[in-house]
């Protein structure tokens, strides 16, 4: 089973079913989570809100009708589920905004994993305190490439919207990065 077709041939059939669905897993877990920590930045969030994700697909299975490509549907269910974890974080936090961004930078600060300099880190930072569908949008476009048609059907937006949102967030990203560049020592 390497492509997808045939992943999801072999998941309408309940003898290859769990076989069929573990080369799901091993296909795209490793995209999906990078998808997943580019919107919650923390790696046991991530770890949380992947599985999750897996669940949800799990149980949508005798759904999928196939009308978008299964890695869009995938994208989909993953992004709504970081965006439901972020929600619940929220309302938990009964935070602000600025209490967000500031847990969300406290993280990558905090991050272990982070392995990179000082420049990644403060782009990762500019990139934290976006709105989060900025964020979202931003992280599909400047980091995964994905183009606007198909991050459309992900997001269930305009390609418009999409691409404001997207101007809007390069923008800010900007912005935060000329000022707090001079920080650095050349």
Same mark, same amino acid.
């Given at each position: 089973m390497t492509n997808d077709q045939q992943i999801l041939d072999c998941l309408k059939d309940s003898s290859s079913k769990e076989l069929a669905f573990r080369h799901l897993i091993s296909k795209y877990k490793e995209? !999906?989570?990078w998808h997943i920590r580019k919107i919650v930045l923390n790696h046991d969030d991530t770890d949380d809100v992947l599985q999750n994700t897996f669940i949800k697909i799990w149980?949508?299975?005798?759904?999928f009708r196939a009308e978008s490509s299964l890695f869009t549907w995938l994208y989909r269910i993953a992004t709504n589920e970081s965006i439901t974890f972020l929600?619940?974080?929220k309302r938990k936090m009964m935070?602000?905004?600025t209490d967000e961004n500031e847990y969300l930078v406290n993280n990558l600060e905090s991050d272990t994993y982070?392995?990179?300099?000082q420049w990644q880190?403060? !782009?990762q930072k500019a990139i934290a305190i976006l709105p989060d569908k900025q964020r979202i949008v931003f992280n599909m476009k400047?980091?995964?490439e994905i183009k606007y048609e198909e991050m459309s059907e992900i997001l269930e937006t305009s390609v418009g919207a999409l691409k404001a949102s997207y101007h809007h967030a390069v923008k800010k990203v900007e912005e935060y990065v000329k000022?707090?560049?001079t920080r650095f020592e050349p």
């Open positions: 995209r !999906l989570y149980n949508g299975l005798d759904s929600n619940q974080r935070s602000s905004l982070f392995d990179g300099d880190m403060l !782009l400047y980091f995964d000022s707090h560049e």
